[in-house]
């Protein structure tokens, strides 16, 4: 059985035959119309490009759109990916635009169906998931974690900070609670 979604396509420079695109958008519908002229005219008028959303309406040249909240259930998420999978996408690209939308479907999406993946930030720009974009994605994902710049010092500060905060708090709640019994002990 051949891997499927990220995994098919990340040691591998084979490029898939282009039959379909499929664009999963989990930012700002924004993105999403201006990405689609641009992949028009890289891979042309003809390939059609299907639409994964959370949004009503549908943006100027999409052949098909679903729909996440028609698949809302457990029971119907596999559903879902079966029709994805069925489509033999080829290329499929993931919004990834620091906000908060769609983004365990996205993933879902991303490891189920057997496509090779293209990540689109916040500018419009891409990169694909693929070892020999391994310093891309390092760096996509220590902005996104906030290691990057000057908020790595905070960041890292809080990460080293957080375990001896809790466990201020949880001496704190023991003492007052061990105060609280020896004076109703007193009584």
């Not at 759109?65 to 999978?85: F, G, K, N």
């Not at 635009?97 to 891409?126: C, H, Q, T």
């Not at 990057?148 to 010092?153: F, M, V």
């Not at 708090?169 to 007193?186: D, E, G, I, K, P």
Request: proline share 6%.
């Amino acid at each position: 059985m051949l891997p499927s979604g990220l995994v098919r396509y990340l040691l591998t420079r084979h490029e898939p035959p282009l039959t379909r695109i499929l664009l999963i958008e989990s930012g700002s519908r924004a993105l999403v119309e201006g990405l689609i002229p641009h992949l028009r005219q890289v891979w042309g008028c003809d390939v059609p490009i299907d639409l994964v959303t959370c949004y009503a309406g549908v943006p100027e040249g999409i052949s098909r759109v679903y729909r996440v909240t028609d698949y809302a259930s457990p029971q119907r998420r596999p559903e879902l990916i079966r029709l994805l999978r069925e489509q033999r996408y080829s290329i499929a690209g993931m919004i990834c635009s620091g906000e908060p939308i769609m983004s365990k479907w996205k993933w879902l999406i991303a490891f189920r169906v057997p496509a090779k993946i293209f990540i689109v930030n916040e500018n419009g720009d891409y990169f694909w998931i693929h070892r020999d974009y391994v310093r891309n994605m390092r760096e996509f994902l220590l902005v996104r974690l906030g290691l990057s710049g000057a908020g790595a010092i905070r960041t890292l500060g809080r990460l080293l900070i957080f375990p001896f905060s809790v466990l201020f708090l949880l001496l704190y709640a023991c003492v007052a609670h061990l105060r609280r019994a020896v004076n109703t002990s007193r009584l």
